[in-house]
T-cell receptor
Framework: AQSVTQLDSQVPVFEEAPVELRCNYSSSVSVYLFWYVQYPNQGLQLLLKYLSGSTLVKGINGFEAEFNKSQTSFHLRKPSVHISDTAEYFCAVSDSGNEKLTFGTGTRLTIIP | DGGITQSPKYLFRKEGQNVTLSCEQNLNHDAMYWYRQDPGQGLRLIYYSQIVNDFQKGDIAEGYSVSREKKESFPLTVTSAQKNPTAFYLC????????????FGSGTRLTVV
């Protein structure tokens, strides 16, 4: 069974500063990795995903993530954040033969003007 | 536009009453999922269904029941046996065999008083 760890429950960042949201996973098989964003009282929206190929994945809203197999990590980054990036971010994993997603506990990103 | 509709958005019930949350999709997706979201705990899988008239328990199925009589519909009943039903409930769907592309509904916030 796979699991996902998001160590940072809250991350405050000044506007226009860079941000990194950390995600580590554990799995005994090949995995697919995802980042989702959730705005208050809404569903989840896919930011980006890694299925195979290039380890650097670019997503929507200027976000990117890098798959690091040796460190079992999939950290999310943005070089310059905006007030509108204030939201909760979830990392998720699925083993490559299964469509069930396992989610981390989420990181609340707060942008400080 | 295709999507997932969850209704109602807010739901209040008295303790001891069963309540049914609606989830309808017009995406022609085969698989549907119910997640429960609590602060600091991320999303936890309650039930999922990969085909009509079949469903499986997720990680926290106790106190919940589902049905899948039609491809488009996957209602979730929160029974009186669920000890802590107040939460945000999210429904999702995906098409089997086309990679993992989850579509989420906008959620139902259930408050039991």
């Amino acid at each position: 069974a796979q699991s996902v760890t998001q160590l940072d429950s809250q991350v405050p960042v000044f506007e226009e500063a860079p941000v990194e949201l950390r995600c580590n996973y554990s799995s005994s098989v090949s995995v697919y990795l995802f980042w989702y964003v959730q705005y208050p009282n809404q569903g989840l929206q896919l930011l980006l995903k890694y299925l195979s190929g290039s380890t650097l994945v670019k997503g929507i809203n200027g976000f990117e993530a890098e798959f690091n197999k040796s460190q079992t990590s999939f950290h999310l980054r943005k070089p310059s954040v905006h007030i509108s990036d204030t939201a909760e971010y979830f990392c998720a994993v699925s083993d490559s033969g299964n469509e069930k997603l396992t989610f981390g506990t989420g990181t609340r990103l707060t942008i400080i003007p | 536009d295709g999507g997932i509709t969850q209704s109602p958005k807010y739901l209040f019930r008295k303790e001891g009453q069963n309540v049914t949350l609606s989830c309808e999709q017009n995406l022609n997706h085969d698989a549907m999922y119910w997640y429960r979201q609590d602060p600091g705990q991320g999303l936890r899988l309650i039930y999922y269904s990969q085909i009509v008239n079949d469903f499986q328990k997720g990680d926290i199925a106790e106190g919940y029941s589902v049905s899948r009589e039609k491809k488009e519909s996957f209602p979730l009943t929160v029974t009186s046996a669920q000890k802590n039903p107040t939460a945000f409930y999210l429904c999702a769907s995906t098409q089997k065999g086309q990679g993992i592309r989850y579509t989420f509904g906008s959620g139902t916030r259930l408050t039991v008083v």
